[in-house]
Antibody
Framework: QVQLMESGGGVVQPGRSLRLSCTASGFIFSSYVIHWVRQAPGKGLEWVGFMSYDGSKKYYADSVKGRFTISRDNSKNTVYVQMNSLRPEDTAVYFC?????????????WGQGILVTVSS | SYELTQPPSVSVSPGQTASLTCSGDKLGDKYASWYQQKPGQSPVLVVYQDTKRPSGIPERFSGSNSGNTATLTISGTQAMDEADYYCQAWDTSSSVVFGGGTKLTVL
């Protein structure tokens, strides 16, 4: 069955870096786009960004542009988000979500989420 | 940037119909998806491409989208439907937007 699992979260000081991983199983990973979505404590969902299935294009929310970098390793069925210059407002549960392969895509599977806390 | 607006909360009595709205400029020209999220859990897709329901989602969940408003309708609402609901659309071909979410209370 389709599974997405995030890892790499934790507590980090402001200004420092952290890399999250999303490891997939149960489907042909290289054919799918994986997005990152985050949710601050008690708040709603916020789209973070994604990389195209072949890695040729990357798109980010304005709130993380220039600080976050998404990459993928199709040989490891894994998508990463490198988060630099972290701010307290980046504190959130980070989800990875699979985008369907359709003309009008949506998110059909989500990971369980991983907590990132930015605090001194 | 494109914005989707949802009422923060909606209350409904068990067995009644709940209508959750999502507003955005010319949203009817786009496609809306809806996600249900219960406390401590990941979001679950309940409606996609405005009106379609994934396998395993009860028939009481339905969607529509016209003009500036997409609507998620839950007919015969059950206690288990109490959750936060988020609408989602594509701003451009490369940018996703979520609504702020609606907390549905069944009482």
């Amino acid at each position: 069955q389709v599974q997405l699992m995030e890892s790499g979260g934790g507590v980090v000081q402001p200004g420092r870096s952290l890399r999250l991983s999303c490891t997939a199983s149960g489907f042909i990973f290289s054919s799918y786009v994986i997005h990152w979505v985050r949710q601050a404590p008690g708040k709603g969902l916020e789209w973070v960004g994604f990389m195209s299935y072949d890695g040729s294009k990357k798109y980010y929310a304005d709130s993380v542009k220039g600080r976050f970098t998404i990459s993928r390793d199709n040989s490891k069925n894994t998508v990463y988000v490198q988060m630099n210059s972290l701010r307290p407002e980046d504190t959130a549960v980070y989800f990875c979500a699979r985008e369907t392969v359709e003309a009008i895509p949506y998110f059909d599977y989500w990971g369980q989420g991983i907590l990132v806390t930015v605090s001194s | 940037s494109y914005e989707l607006t949802q009422p923060p909360s909606v209350s409904v009595s068990p067995g009644q119909t709940a209508s959750l709205t999502c507003s955005g400029d010319k949203l009817g020209d786009k496609y809306a998806s809806w996600y249900q999220q219960k406390p401590g859990q990941s979001p679950v897709l309940v409606v996609y491409q405005d009106t379609k329901r994934p396998s395993g989602i009860p028939e009481r969940f339905s969607g529509s989208n016209s003009g500036n408003t997409a609507t998620l309708t839950i007919s015969g609402t059950q206690a288990m439907d109490e959750a936060d609901y988020y609408c989602q659309a594509w701003d451009t071909s490369s940018s996703v937007v979520f609504g702020g979410g609606t907390k549905l209370t069944v009482l």
